[in-house]
């Protein structure tokens, strides 16, 4: 007769067996509500905290990497499973046959999240995936961040290079960009310049405009063939948004070591594609507007007391009037380009700017 205790016993250790190897979904979901609490704690500015948290989110991804991986491992083992080759739908169709429900919710989960073409349809592929998320980048940043702040020129960094290296993997792509702003506003503090340049050059690298030599090439033919800022600007868009603030640095950075015609460049795109959003704003909240120059552009949007802050926000005017004082330096023949950007800064709604412009225009 079976010992009515043993058999209970023998129930829970099985239970709690087939539990441990469970597939918990959405997966790695206990290192990121762990990384949630370290982004807590950083905005709350206990520092201290949010550099524990982050550093205990690595090492239980790494837990949970490890389990998954193990789950994996032990289904795919048996030859049985390996006969049927790497396709995931056949290995899928074993693994029914065989009961091993753990590692076909984790398959499928993944090519749910990812799709099948992702994987080109390899359960190796998968297995890749699975181990490539031990890296958390989102941790290294905001360590990074903690670092910063505590004036940790090289530990901060080290986790921003490793961010920005492992960007791949980032749960929200377009986050390396706002590493690549950190690490470059990083730099630039320290005086470290080479360093904040080749940050800022890697989040316009990706710009399709800024990289297209035709388009490039077609820009300054234009202004070199004596065309003014209004039909320049009539004739070339660029909505590539994340990469004004990164060109409108550059034009600073260059200005100060005296590389002239590469802020202009910088300075010229920031400029077009600040502008090109402006005019999408006003076309998209009015049918009437039409785009009939630079001035009559930025009148219109000064009435709209969101994008004028958001000009200011951004340094536009700032950068507006470097372009107006490049043009002038670097294309003198081309006087209506220079002139044509301090008049539409009379419309700028700080009036230092206006004054300066002013004080141009009278020369």
Not at 162 to 186: R, T
Not at 257 to 263: D, K, N, P, T
Not at 312 to 341: C, Q, R
Request: glycine fraction near 4%.
């Amino acid at each position: 007769m079976i010992n009515k205790k043993f058999f209970v016993c023998l129930f829970f250790f099985v239970y709690s067996v087939a539990s441990f190897f469970a597939v918990e979904l959405p997966l790695f979901q206990g290192s990121l509500r762990v990384l949630e609490d370290a982004q807590y704690a950083y905005d709350s500015r206990s520092y201290g905290t949010a550099l524990k948290l982050a550093e205990d989110a690595k090492l239980l991804r790494s837990q949970e990497v490890a389990d998954y991986l193990g789950i994996l491992d032990r289904a795919l083992s048996p030859i049985e499973v390996r006969d049927a080759g790497d396709a995931i739908s056949s290995v899928i169709s074993v693994l029914k046959f065989r009961e091993v429900y753990d590692a076909i919710d984790l398959i499928q989960y993944v090519v749910e999240l990812k799709g099948v073409e992702y994987f080109n349809n390899s359960v190796s592929k998968v297995r890749e995936y699975i181990a490539s998320k031990e890296i958390i980048p989102e941790a290294a940043y905001l360590i990074a961040k903690v670092y910063q702040i505590e004036g940790e020129y090289d530990l901060s960094v080290q986790y921003y290079t490793y961010a920005w290296e492992n960007s791949a993997v980032l749960e929200i792509p377009d986050s390396k960009y706002d590493i690549l702003y950190d690490l470059a506003e990083l730099s630039y503090s320290f005086n470290k310049l080479e360093e904040a340049e080749k940050a800022l050059l890697l989040i316009v690298a990706d710009d399709p405009y800024y990289t297209n030599k035709n388009f490039v090439a077609a820009v300054y033919s234009s202004i070199k063939r004596g065309y003014g800022v209004d039909k320049v600007f009539d004739l070339y868009r660029t909505d590539c948004y994340r990469s004004t603030s990164a060109f409108f640095k550059l034009a600073d950075l260059y200005q100060e070591q005296g590389r002239l015609e590469e802020a202009f460049e910088s300075d010229l795109f920031g400029i077009l594609t600040a502008f090109t959003r402006i005019n999408e704003v006003l076309s998209d909240r009015s049918v009437v507007f039409k785009y009939t120059g630079l001035k009559n552009l930025l009148e219109t949007a000064m009435k709209n007391r969101e994008i004028s802050d958001w000009t200011v926000d951004i340094g536009f005017w700032h950068s507006l009037y470097m372009l107006g004082e490049l043009a002038d330096t670097i294309y003198p023949e081309n006087k209506d380009f220079g002139e044509t950007i301090f008049e539409s800064l009379s419309v700028a709604p700080e009036s230092y700017w206006v004054e300066l412009a002013d004080i141009r225009l009278k020369k």
